[in-house]
């Protein structure tokens, strides 16, 4: 078996995301692997796309609704960096979360 080189922890704004990355930093600290940190997620405009038809106002809400989702995914690695103290990179996706954590994994 091959050596964990590794740990890839997916990031969201849940307060599982939370959970993911302190299991990956753990099992990265236990193993001499590297870590890192994926924010991938659907932009909130593709999750309801037919606030595309709703105007710019909802255009803006949904933009809105991302910014605070990628702000609260940050300070929660943040705060788990100061509490862990580990070496984790930051890496966020494009708003295509497959293709990314597919890149990332490979």
Sequence with gaps: MSEL????????????????LKVAMQLAA????????????????????????AGV???GMLLEVD?????????MFARALAEWQPAVQWHQGDGLPVRDTARMAL
């Design 5 to 20: 080189k590794s740990v890839l922890a997916h990031l969201d704004s849940t307060p599982q995301a939370a959970v993911r």
């Design 30 to 53: 236990q193993h001499g692997a590297a870590a890192d940190a994926l924010y991938a997620v659907n932009s909130a405009l593709s999750r309801c796309p037919v606030a595309v038809g």
């Design 57 to 59: 106002e909802m255009a």
């Design 67 to 75: 910014q605070k989702r990628l702000a609260a995914a940050r300070a």
